[in-house]
């Protein structure tokens, strides 16, 4: 069984994972994690460039790992911890897949 994580620690790691994406120049300062019960069950960083694919923002590319994990299109029991406000697409996305909670760290005026 996986240690459940805390509240901060989510936090720093969403962080973290945002500030390594940058520093490896894999994509922009984005990153989310979905979390059941303490757990991550799905991260993902921005990859629109190295993907070429719009649609591969870090909220969606946890989304689409959590969900595949789950086996389901639906995050029921499930907070999702993004680095910023999500955008559009990415809201679109976290509405469809009904998670309890969501959390960011930033606005979209900060990312800008």
Known sequence: MEPRLSHQTLIQT???LSEDNVRRGLGG????????DGVIIG??????????DPTAHAEMEAIRAACHRLGSHQLD???IYSSCEPC???LGAIYWARPDK???LNRQTDAA
């Open 14 to 16: 969403v962080l973290f």
């Open 29 to 36: 300062p984005f990153a989310a994690l979905v979390v059941k």
């Open 43 to 52: 991260q993902g960083c921005n990859r629109v460039t190295g993907k070429h």
């Open 77 to 79: 029991g499930c907070v």
């Open 88 to 90: 559009p697409m990415c």
């Open 102 to 104: 969501l959390f960011y």
